[in-house]
């Protein structure tokens, strides 16, 4: 009986130990997800910053320069959509041209 009582102490210590890493993780990713909300809050709060310098300075510019600007956004964006993109699994885009003799 001895041994069950050891191996059923042992399992509950280990359960125990278990529960207080679950505890752990879930509240290092509760800060995380806090983080990255303030991180997004942050970088749309620059990006209004951003565009109303822009309109005023297009506007202070004339017709011509409140022209270019949607040039420029969608410059940007077609940036910032290159970068969602998925890479290849199997490296580098320079591995590709890459031959080795």
Do not use: Y
């Not at 290849?88 to 003799?101: F, R, W």
């Amino acid at each position: 009986m001895t041994s069950q009582r050891d191996r059923i102490e042992s399992l509950e210590s280990r359960v125990e130990e278990l529960e207080a890493t679950i505890r752990g993780l879930t509240e290092e990713l509760v800060e995380a997800n806090q983080r990255i909300k303030d991180l997004e809050t942050t970088e749309e709060e620059r990006d209004v910053a951003a565009e109303s310098a822009g309109a005023m300075s297009a506007s202070a510019d004339g017709p011509a320069a409140a022209e270019e600007a949607p040039a420029d956004e969608e410059a940007k964006n077609d940036e910032s959509q290159g970068e969602n993109e998925p890479e290849d699994e199997g490296g580098s885009e320079l591995g590709d041209d890459i031959i080795v003799a």
